[in-house]
C-alpha cells in the first residue's frame, strides 16, 4: 500500500511537468490545474489511510490541503472578482498549517513559540522591505501587509518543525517538511513577482506550478512519515 501511495506521490509531483511539456497545459489550462491540485490532495488522503490510524495531525493537514484546492479553484477561475477569494482560502491553508505545526504531531513547535515568533518577524521584515522597494501592487499593498507575515509564519514553522523531526531521528518526515517549506515560499514569491510588475526571466516561467504542486505533495507526504 505505502509503495503504491509513493508512487501516486510521485506522479502527482511529477504532474504539472508532465502537463507542461506535453501542452495539455496550455491547451486545458484550468481543468489541469484542477487535476494537479485534487492529485496532491488525493495523495494526503491516500496516507492518511495508508497509516492506517487517525491523528489530529493527518486531520489537520487534510484540511489545509483542502484550504489549497479552493485557493486553487478560485485564483484560477476566469473571473478576477473570485481572485480576493483564492487568496483568502490560501491564507486560511496556511493558518491551518501554522497551527498543525505549532500544536500536533511528536515534534510539536509549541515550546518553541518565541524563537518560531522571532524568526518570522524576520522573514516578514525582509519580505516587507522587498515589497516595498520592488514591487507595485497598487490596491493589494493592504493585502501584502495581511499575506506576507502569515506566508512567513508558515514556512518558519513548516521548516523549523522538519529541523526538529531530523534532528529527532524522523528523516523522512522533516526532509518533506523542509523541502516543502522551501518549495512552497519560492511559490509564493514568485506569485508576488508576477503581481508585484517585476518580470521573470523565461527559465522561471513554470517556476509557481512546478514547486507549488510538489510542495503540496511533500506536506501531503509528511502525514505518511509522521
Known amino acids: 500500500m505505502k509503495t503504491m501511495v ?3 506521490a510521485l506522479l502527482s509531483a511529477l504532474m ?4 507542461q511539456k506535453s501542452g495539455l497545459s496550455e491547451k486545458y489550462g484550468f481543468k489541469i490545474k484542477m487535476l494537479c491540485a485534487l492529485m496532491y490532495f488525493a495523495t494526503g488522503l491516500l496516507c492518511a489511510f495508508a497509516l492506517r490510524c487517525v491523528t489530529a495531525y493527518s486531520l489537520m493537514l487534510i484540511g489545509a490541503l483542502f484550504f489549497g484546492v479552493l485557493g486553487d479553484f478560485f485564483l484560477s477561475y476566469r473571473n478576477e472578482k473570485y481572485f480576493i477569494f483564492g487568496v483568502v482560502f490560501f491564507a486560511l491553508g496556511h493558518i491551518v498549517y501554522i497551527l498543525t505545526f505549532l500544536l500536533t504531531g511528536d515534534h510539536k513547535l509549541l515550546p518553541h513559540a518565541m524563537a518560531v515568533i522571532a524568526a518570522t518577524a524576520a522573514v516578514s521584515a525582509v519580505l516587507l522591505i522587498f515589497a516595498k522597494a520592488r514591487l507595485s501592487l497598487g490596491g493589494r499593498k493592504k493585502l501584502l501587509l495581511i499575506y506576507a507575515p502569515v506566508l512567513a509564519f508558515a514556512f518558519v514553522c513548516a521548516f523549523a ?4 523531526a531530523v534532528g529527532g531521528g524522523n528523516m523522512l518526515f522533516g526532509l518533506c517538511l523542509i523541502f516543502g517549506a522551501i518549495l512552497f515560499f519560492f511559490s509564493d514569491l514568485m506569485i508576488g513577482i508576477d503581481k508585484g510588475g517585476i518580470k521573470r526571466p523565461e527559465f522561471l516561467h513554470n ?3 512546478y514547486t507549488y504542486f510538489p510542495a503540496q505533495v511533500l506536506f501531503a507526504l509528511s502525514i505518511l512519515f509522521q
Open 6 to 8: 509513493l508512487i501516486f
Open 16 to 19: 504539472p511537468v508532465i502537463t
Open 207 to 209: 517556476a509557481v506550478s
Open 161 to 164: 518543525g522538519g529541523a526538529l
